[in-house]
C-alpha cells in the first residue's frame, strides 16, 4: 500500500469571505438598522435562503411582540362580515404614523367580489368624446347601488385645462349684449369638430328673458284672396323689436303655399285677347297665385298694352242705322272699333238701331194674299219695318206675279252662269254664344268672299290654328294650296280655296260653325282637321295631373257629328292627320313657359288617343284621309324638326308641303272636278 504525505498548509474559515452587514429594519417606515454577521450570511447561503434577509430591528421585535391580529368590520355597506388586521400591518402603520383605530379594509368574500367584477370603463362626459375613464372596483364596492359618476377621460381633461371662458356677441341682430361660453360649452363645441373661432350662436342674458315672454303669433297672408297664415315666430318678433322699439309693426307676408307657388312661377306672355294681333301681355306671378287660389283654370283674356294704346285713343261713335230710312243712331263701342280694325275692316259695319231692332222683335212674318191670284205672300218683319220707315211698300202681288209684271216692263237681263253663286252668310246663329268663334275666322275676308263667288272650283278649308296657318297670309299652306290648283286648272276654271282656320277651335265648336263658314260657300270640297285643339291639355284644379279639355268620348261624339254633317252636304271630304309635335322643344324661346317632362308626355298621348278616334271615324264614315303626320316623319325626327317653326306650328317649308301634298291627294283621288292634264306639283 501506497501512502502520501500530506502538507498542512494555512487557510482562513468561509466566514472570512462574508464580512458583518448593517442591514435596514424591514419595517416599512422605520429607520432603525440591525447587524448581521458574515456567519449568519454563510449559514443562509448554505441552506438556500437570501444571504440578505428581511429582519426587524430590535425595536420593532419587540414592539411586534406586544401587538396582536384584530378583527375590524367589513368597510362594504351591508357586510357583517370581518377582516383580519395583523400585527405587522399594525406595526407598519404605527411606524408610518397612520391612523389605525379605524381602518378601512375589505372581508376576503368582499375582496373576491371585488376581484371578479374588475375595474369598468365608463364613457367620456363631453358630448362628442369617444374615449372613457376608469371606475376602480374599490369604489364600485362601497357604493354598490350608486351610478357611475360624470367624469371626462383624460385627453378632455387635459383639454379644458388649456381652455378659458369667453365673452360672445349675442345672436340677435341689433343686440350689443353678450354671453358667457364656458369652458366646458368649448370643449363639446371642439369634440363636434368645429373650430372655436366660430362659436354657437345664442342669446344673451336680456335677449332670452325676451324671448322668453313673446309667443309665436299667427298672421294672415298679405294675399287678399287667400285664407291661410303665416307664421310670425318669436325670434323675428325680437329681432323687430330692436330694431324699431315696442311699436313695430307686424310685417305683411306670404303664406308658405303662396310662397312657393310664387317663387316657383314665372311670368308667362300671353296672346292678346283680340283676333289679328299678334302682340302679348304678361301674366305675372302675382296674378297667377290669385288665380289658383280663385280655383281659375282658364288663362283671362286681356288686350296687350299696343291695343290699351289704341283703345284708348278710339271714342264710342254714332253710326247711322242701315235700315233705309231710319234716321236714327247706333253705337259704335271703341272695344268694337278696335276689334273691327284688327279684322281688316276700315270702315264701320252695317247695323240697325235699338229702336229698329225692338220693332223686329215685336213684329213676326205676316201671311198676305195676291190680290192677282190669291197666292200666300209671306210679309217679313224687314219687310214691315222697311214700310214703317216709309221705304218699301204692302206687298200686294205675289212673287210670280210681281215677275211678269217686270217682264213687261223692262228688257229681258242676260242669264248667268249656273256655277256662279251669291254668298250669303248667316248673320245669326249659334256660334254667337261662343267668344272664340262668334266672329268670322280671320282669314274670311270680303276679297275672299268675292273670290268664292266669281270660282268655279271652291275648297273650304276649316280647323284649328293648324289650318290658320302662318301668320305671314302668303306662306300659309290653304293660300299655296290655291295657287297650286289655279296652275293645275288655269286658263280654263279659277280656284278659290277659304281658310277658315281659328286658333283653337275644336271639332264640336266646328260642328257650330258649318252653317256660316261652309254652308254658304256651295263648296266642292271640304279639307278639316280639329286634332291639336281637341288633344289640348290644362291642369286640373289639383294641379298634380295635366287633362284634355275634352274627353275622348265627347271627341268622338263631335267627330261624330261632324261626319254626318258633312255626309249631307252635296260636297266631298278629306281629313289630314295633323304633323308630330315636340313638347319637348329644345329651344326655349318657342316652349310655352311652364311647361315640364310630364306635360309634355302627357300632350303627345293625348294627341295619339285623338287621332285613334279620328281615324275610327273616317274609316267608318268612308271619308278620305291624308297622313300628313306620317308625311313629316318619313325621314325620321330630326327632318321633321326642320319643318317646324316651334313645338306644334310647321315652317314655311312644312307650309309648302302640306299644300303639295293636299293638291296632290285631290287631284289623284278626283276630289274636285279635274282638267285632262295631270298635276305637276314637287315635294320640298
Not at 448593517?22 to 456567519?39: A, L, Q, T
Not at 259695319?349 to 222683335?361: I, K, Q, T, V
Not at 313657359?593 to 285613334?612: K, M, N, P, S, V
Not at 321633321?640 to 315652317?651: D, F, G, I, T
Request: proline residues 7%.
Amino acid at each position: 500500500m501506497q501512502e502520501y504525505v500530506v502538507l498542512a498548509r494555512p487557510f482562513g474559515t468561509l466566514g472570512d469571505f462574508f464580512p458583518d452587514t448593517d442591514i435596514r429594519c424591514r419595517i416599512r417606515g422605520c429607520e432603525n438598522v440591525c447587524h448581521f454577521s458574515g456567519e449568519e450570511v454563510l449559514h443562509n447561503v448554505a441552506s438556500g435562503r437570501n444571504p440578505r434577509p428581511e429582519k426587524m430591528c430590535d425595536a420593532c421585535f419587540e414592539l411586534y411582540q406586544k401587538l396582536e391580529d384584530r378583527h375590524i368590520p367589513c368597510a362594504r355597506p351591508g357586510c357583517g362580515n370581518t377582516w383580519v388586521l395583523n400585527r405587522f400591518q399594525q406595526l407598519e402603520a404605527m411606524r408610518q404614523g397612520r391612523q389605525i383605530e379605524a381602518p378601512k379594509g375589505f372581508c376576503p368574500q368582499c375582496r373576491q367580489t371585488m376581484r371578479d367584477q374588475g375595474d369598468l370603463e365608463v364613457p367620456c362626459r363631453m358630448r362628442g368624446c369617444t374615449g372613457s375613464w376608469t371606475w376602480p372596483a374599490r369604489e364600485r364596492l362601497l357604493n354598490p347601488d350608486a351610478s357611475p359618476p360624470r367624469r371626462m377621460c383624460d385627453s378632455c381633461f387635459q383639454k379644458l385645462r388649456d381652455l378659458r371662458d369667453m365673452e360672445v356677441p349675442c345672436r340677435v341682430r341689433g343686440c350689443t349684449g353678450t354671453w358667457l361660453w364656458n369652458r366646458y360649452q368649448q370643449l363639446e363645441h371642439l369634440l363636434a369638430g368645429k373650430p372655436l373661432d366660430r362659436p354657437s350662436r345664442r342669446m344673451c342674458a336680456a335677449c332670452f328673458e325676451a324671448f322668453a315672454k313673446l309667443q309665436d303669433i299667427q298672421v294672415p297672408c298679405r294675399v287678399r284672396e287667400c285664407p291661410s297664415t303665416w307664421t310670425y315666430t318669436v325670434y323675428e318678433q325680437l329681432e323687430r323689436r330692436l330694431a324699431e322699439g315696442e311699436e313695430g309693426a307686424t310685417p305683411e307676408r306670404m303664406c308658405p303655399d303662396c310662397y312657393a307657388f310664387y317663387n316657383s312661377a314665372v311670368d308667362r306672355d300671353i296672346p292678346c285677347r283680340n283676333r289679328g294681333c299678334t302682340g302679348t301681355w304678361v301674366l305675372t306671378r302675382a296674378t297667377q297665385l290669385r288665380l289658383k287660389i280663385k280655383r281659375v283654370t282658364r288663362t283671362p283674356a286681356r288686350m296687350c298694352d299696343a291695343c290699351r294704346d289704341r283703345l284708348a285713343a278710339l271714342e264710342d261713335r254714332e253710326i247711322k242705322c242701315c235700315v233705309p230710312g231710319c234716321s236714327r243712331t247706333w253705337g259704335y263701342r271703341a272695344v268694337d272699333q278696335l276689334r273691327d280694325h284688327l279684322a281688316g275692316r276700315q270702315e264701320a259695319p252695317g247695323r240697325r238701331c235699338r229702336e229698329c231692332e225692338a220693332f223686329l222683335a215685336e213684329h213676326q212674318a205676316v201671311v198676305l194674299h195676291c190680290d192677282y191670284c190669291g197666292k200666300d205672300i209671306q210679309w217679313s218683319g224687314y219687310e214691315q219695318l222697311l214700310c214703317e220707315r216709309g221705304t218699301f211698300q204692302k206687298p200686294t202681288r205675289c212673287p210670280e206675279c210681281t215677275g211678269q209684271a217686270l217682264a213687261l216692263e223692262r228688257p229681258r237681263e242676260p242669264e248667268k252662269l249656273e256655277h256662279h253663286l251669291v254668298v250669303r252668310i248667316p248673320s245669326a246663329g249659334r256660334w254667337h254664344e261662343d267668344d272664340l268663334i262668334r266672329d268670322w275666322p280671320p282669314r274670311m275676308t270680303h276679297d275672299v268672299v268675292d273670290r268664292v263667288e266669281r270660282a268655279d272650283i271652291r275648297i273650304v278649308c276649316i280647323g284649328d290654328e293648324l289650318t290658320y296657318s302662318l301668320d305671314d297670309l302668303d306662306q300659309s299652306w290653304p293660300h299655296l294650296l290655291e295657287k297650286r290648283l289655279e296652275e293645275h286648272f288655269a286658263p280654263q276654271r279659277r280656284v278659290a280655296v277659304v281658310n277658315a282656320g281659328i286658333a283653337f277651335c275644336n271639332t264640336a265648336r266646328g260642328v257650330v260653325r258649318i252653317p256660316r263658314d261652309i254652308v254658304p260657300f256651295s263648296p266642292h270640297l271640304v279639307v278639316f282637321s280639329f286634332s291639336l285643339a281637341d288633344a289640348r291639355l290644362y291642369r286640373h284644379r289639383d294641379e298634380r295631373e295635366w287633362r284634355p279639355v275634352v274627353s275622348q268620348e265627347e271627341a268622338l261624339a263631335a267627330f261624330e257629328r261632324m261626319a254626318e254633317k258633312l255626309r249631307r252636304l252635296p260636297c266631298k271630304s278629306l281629313y289630314w292627320t295633323p304633323h308630330p309635335i315636340f313638347p319637348d322643344w329644345d329651344d326655349e324661346s318657342t316652349v310655352p313657359r311652364g311647361a315640364d317632362r310630364e306635360w309634355a308626355q302627357a300632350q303627345t298621348t293625348a294627341l295619339e288617343q285623338i287621332l285613334r278616334v279620328a281615324r275610327q271615324c273616317c274609316i267608318r264614315y268612308d271619308i278620305p284621309t291624308l297622313d300628313v303626320r306620317a308625311r313629316f316623319e318619313v325621314n325620321g325626327t330630326r327632318s321633321a324638326r326642320k319643318w317646324m317653326s316651334n313645338w306644334y306650328l310647321h315652317n314655311e317649308v312644312g307650309s309648302r308641303n302640306i299644300a303639295t301634298w293636299i293638291a296632290e291627294q285631290i287631284l289623284r283621288d278626283g276630289l274636285v272636278p279635274l282638267t285632262a292634264h295631270e298635276p305637276d306639283a314637287e315635294e320640298e
